[in-house]
């Protein structure tokens, strides 16, 4: 789960709601198209249900649960048209974020490239829950140079939705990543933020078509497995 900017005037207990169910929902404890209980959730935060509730609607709104009327709040369920247009819109408004960056220090392109060096020997010593915490650090740590706090947390909820779809073909993550990071990088430390965005598309083009790949293969075995 990307971790959220902070907000000073979002209740605590809602908060710890929120991020409960979110995480759950992501790391695929809570599966797609199933029922929340509210009061399963209410034991396991320590809370009422009031906070519950309220945390329900905050993610209705953000897209990761749907009520159903007299059937309660379930789990988005996973679909390739979601997928597809979740990718489009993640594409604009991430690529969007790099045409509009602030120049990158030296010591900020060290840093980004350091996190890459990081990536590479985590990949290959096996430990990907590092990886995928270093490839978050990465690509917020350009995003936020855009200076814009409402992008970032449209981006924030869009990576989310994408983190449920990605755990489905984590085996079919592409090699080519890491060329693309360091193609990303070097037009941003030439300073040219326009040719960044392009790689960036670029990248998130690849990563689409390799997650749509392995939705089809899991949706597949899943009928299998059913029939």
């Known amino acids: 789960v990307v971790p959220r900017s902070k907000s000073k005037v979002d209740d605590s207990s809602v908060e710890q709601v929120i991020t409960h169910i979110r995480s759950c929902i992501v790391s695929g404890k809570y599966p797609a198209d199933t029922k929340l209980l509210p009061k399963l959730i209410a034991d396991e935060c320590g809370t009422s249900f009031i906070p519950v509730r309220e945390a329900m609607r905050a993610l209705e709104s953000e ?17 390739m048209s979601d997928l597809d247009d979740l990718y489009r819109i993640r594409i604009e408004l991430e690529s969007g974020a790099v045409a509009n960056s602030d120049k990158f220090s030296e010591k900020e392109i060290a840093e980004l490239e350091n996190i890459l060096q990081k990536m590479a020997e985590f990949r290959e010593s096996g430990e990907d829950s590092k990886v995928i915490r270093l490839n978050i650090d990465f690509h917020f740590k350009i995003y936020r140079k855009t200076n814009s706090p409402r992008r970032i947390k449209l981006i924030e909820q869009l990576w989310d939705h994408a983190d449920r779809y990605q755990r489905l073909s984590l085996k079919y993550r592409h090699d080519a990543a890491d060329v693309e ?47």
């Not at 897209?63 to 679909?79: D, E, K």
């Not at 990248?203 to 749509?212: F, G, I, N, S, Y």
């Open 63 to 79: 897209g990761l649960v749907t009520y159903i009327h007299n059937r309660g709040v379930w789990v988005t369920p996973l679909s």
């Open 181 to 227: 990071h360091h193609e990303i990088l070097k037009h941003l430390a030439a300073g040219n933020n326009l040719q960044a965005a392009k790689a960036l598309a670029t990248h998130l083009e690849t990563t689409a078509r390799l997650v749509r790949a392995g939705f089809d293969v899991d949706n597949s075995q899943t009928q299998i497995a059913h029939n």
